[in-house]
């Protein structure tokens, strides 16, 4: 039996199937990959698919997104298609510093000065981070300079 996979045209540049096209014999199975690959300009491409609770409008540049992509999988001489969706959950890669900038205020000859920053991680993923080319009158007290921090984890970093 030929059976044709449909989605919508909005997610072209996102989305991959291979092959979307095919032949299946009778008792058997035909497996299909899919190959998605989001940047941040779907939420206004495809902004008709996300999920939205009570209508509400996204305000916090660091919210995750959900996104239901409908796909319609036809069979030849079947009346009824398969349709079924698959849900994206977005997430930024943002990590926060508070307060964003740093102020030893007046740091005399031989004398040593520490702000502790709170590091926040507004992402649903873990994110690793490193303090890479400092002045050598900076040093941040973390292990061996690396880390992980995880999802809403806020970490207090002493410079």
Not at 9 to 36: C, H, M, R, V
Not at 120 to 149: C, M, W, Y
Request: include cysteine; charge should be neutral; proline fraction near 8%.
């Amino acid at each position: 039996m030929k059976i044709q996979l449909f989605f919508p045209k909005d997610f072209k540049p996102y989305l991959e199937f291979n092959p979307t096209l095919g032949y299946i014999q009778g008792n058997s199975s035909f497996a299909i990959w899919l190959k998605f690959k989001p940047d941040r300009s779907i939420l206004t491409t495809c902004n008709k698919y996300l999920v939205r609770k009570d209508g509400e409008e996204v305000t916090d540049p660091h919210e995750e997104f959900t996104m239901r992509i409908p796909i319609k999988v036809v069979g030849a001489n079947q009346v009824l298609p398969v349709k079924f969706s698959i849900l994206c959950c977005y997430s930024v890669n943002a990590v926060t510093f508070k307060p964003p900038q740093i102020d030893f205020s007046n740091v005399f000859n031989e004398n040593a000065a520490q702000v502790t920053v709170t590091m926040e991680n507004h992402s649903l993923l873990p994110q690793r981070f490193s303090f890479v080319r400092l002045p050598k009158e900076i040093t941040v007290k973390t292990d061996a300079g690396t880390g992980t921090i995880l999802p809403g984890e806020k970490y207090d970093l002493d410079f």
